[in-house]
Nanobody, 114 residues
Framework: QVQLVESGGGLVQPGGSLRLSCAASGNIFSRAMGWYRQAPGKQRELVAFISSDGRQSSADPVKGRFTISRDNAKNMVYLQTNSLKPEDTAVYYC?????????WGQGTQVTVSS
């Protein structure tokens, strides 16, 4: 069973950037992948997804600021987050797209604050 491990979160000032990484323990090259986030008191939401051949889509709140990418040779998925806002504060998770419940990991915390 594939395991997905997120990293790269942290505390950043508004306007800053972070690059989140998702390492898969097995082959994910044939699967669409997504980044999701859950803010305190809110439901988990889709941030962006990428198809197996690299087509991307992102949610309206992050469009133009966040970019999802993948490296199939390394079984890695990335989320470049730019121009971060306080409302981007959340735990960020990667999973397949659509998500499979058994693959939720611990996530990585992103906190945007001055």
């Amino acid at each position: 069973q594939v395991q997905l491990v997120e990293s790269g979160g942290g505390l950043v000032q508004p306007g800053g950037s972070l690059r989140l990484s998702c390492a898969a323990s097995g082959n994910i090259f044939s699967r669409a992948m997504g980044w999701y986030r859950q803010a305190p008191g809110k439901q988990r939401e889709l941030v962006a997804f990428i198809s197996s051949d690299g087509r991307q889509s992102s949610a309206d709140p992050v469009k133009g600021r966040f970019t999802i990418s993948r490296d199939n040779a390394k079984n890695m998925v990335y989320l470049q987050t730019n121009s971060l806002k306080p409302e981007d504060t959340a735990v960020y998770y990667c999973n397949f797209y659509p998500p499979a419940p058994r693959y939720w990991g611990q996530g990585t915390q992103v906190t945007v604050s001055s």
